[in-house]
């Protein structure tokens, strides 16, 4: 009974990374609608690190307990995520940033819930 309550969370703490994933996409063009070519060049990390987190999710989600490491990268590619937000100077919007630390920090507390629980199995 406990495998599948971790699976359970695993598996959901990973639909929740890609669904954040997504919205990390479609964030900039929905919270920045004057951006132009030029005025995504800020986003291209974090849409990236975006995509990176979306394949990581879906993976989470579809085989919970087949990648052990799956956590850990999560919580590093939404550090990562942080450190790309704070480091942005070059012109981006104040929204998207806040947006994206939030999500970062939600990513991040996902994975490190299902962690937790993993662990404690």
């Known amino acids: 009974m406990g495998d599948l309550r971790v699976r359970t969370f695993e598996s959901r703490a990973g639909v929740a990374a890609f669904l954040a994933g997504v919205w990390l996409i479609a964030a900039p063009p929905v919270l920045h609608f004057s951006a132009s070519v030029h005025a995504f060049r800020p986003y291209w990390w974090s849409m990236g690190l975006?995509?990176?987190?979306?394949?990581?999710?879906?993976?989470?989600?579809?085989?919970?307990?087949?990648?052990?490491?799956?956590?850990?990268?999560?919580?590093?590619?939404?550090?990562w995520l942080v450190i790309v937000a704070l480091h942005a100077a070059d012109g981006g919007v104040w929204a998207v940033w806040?947006?994206?630390?939030?999500?970062?920090?939600?990513?991040?507390?996902?994975?490190?819930?299902?962690?937790?629980?993993s662990m404690r199995r």
């Open 98 to 117: 806040l947006n994206q630390l939030v999500v970062s920090a939600l990513i991040a507390l996902s994975a490190g819930l299902a962690l937790f629980v």
């Open 50 to 79: 975006a995509v990176v987190v979306m394949l990581l999710g879906m993976v989470r989600a579809m085989a919970p307990l087949d990648v052990p490491l799956a956590q850990p990268i999560t919580i590093a590619l939404a550090l």
